[in-house]
């Protein structure tokens, strides 16, 4: 998110949890601290199909657009969620909350995503959430 405060790009952020939030891409400080703000406050609570959920949200998507998953999950479900945005001509990337996960998963994880050619990135905790994305803890 800071890298793309920094560049002056338009980010959007479809959050699905126990309620689905969705801003719109925009660009500027206002809406970098609005998604900021929303991703430091964000809670495991998810009850919803992340698949059908993306597409509902298709429209607020914008080709060549940067889509990150922000998830505990793995395997089939994100993966056809990562593929789905893949074929959208969109950038996918999956952070993913893993305090269950083995490292020997862990690793296969990250070695499935990277021969997609996705970018992944581990996080131990949610609470760690915003250090990772360039954010300050309150």
């Not at 009850?47 to 889509?67: E, T």
């Not at 593929?83 to 083995?102: A, E, F």
Request: aromatic residues 6%.
């Amino acid at each position: 998110l800071e890298y793309g405060l920094k560049q002056d790009m338009a980010i959007g952020l479809i959050s699905i949890g126990s309620d689905i939030a969705i801003l719109e891409p925009h660009r500027g400080q206002g809406h970098y601290q609005q998604m900021m703000e929303h991703l430091i406050d964000v809670q495991a609570d998810g009850k919803h199909a992340l698949l059908n959920i993306l597409k509902d949200c298709a429209r607020q998507m914008s080709r060549g657009g940067f889509a990150v998953i922000i998830s505990p999950q793995d395997g089939e479900i994100v993966s056809a969620a990562l593929n789905w945005l893949n074929q959208r001509q969109m950038i996918p990337c999956h952070i993913w909350i893993s305090t269950h996960l083995s490292m020997n998963r862990a690793e296969a994880w990250r070695s499935m995503l990277k021969s997609r050619g996705y970018l992944g990135y581990r996080v131990n905790a949610l609470e760690d959430l915003s250090d990772v994305l360039g954010g300050k803890k309150g």
